[in-house]
């Protein structure tokens, strides 16, 4: 859950520069969020199909 908190942080990082017109971080920051939040979903439904089964 580390990765998602830092996807939120980036993403509010991303909108408080865009409200005060830093367009460049705040796309930069816009990207960090993205790539995050892809290797979340990644590695969430990797850990679905190869997680620990519970007997």
Same mark, same amino acid.
């Given at each position: 859950?580390?990765?998602?908190?830092?996807?939120?942080?980036?993403?509010?990082?991303?909108?408080?520069?865009?409200? %005060?017109?830093?367009?460049?971080?705040? @796309?930069? !920051?816009? $990207?960090? +969020?993205? /790539?995050?939040?892809?290797? %979340?979903?990644?590695?969430?439904?990797? @850990?679905? !199909?190869? $997680?620990? +089964?519970? /007997?």
């Amino acid at each position: 859950m580390a990765i998602l908190r830092w996807v939120l942080t980036f993403l509010i990082l991303a909108l408080i520069a865009s409200l %005060f017109g830093f367009g460049g971080a705040a @796309s930069s !920051f816009a $990207g960090v +969020a993205k /790539i995050l939040l892809f290797v %979340f979903v990644v590695l969430l439904v990797v @850990s679905f !199909f190869f $997680g620990r +089964a519970r /007997i």
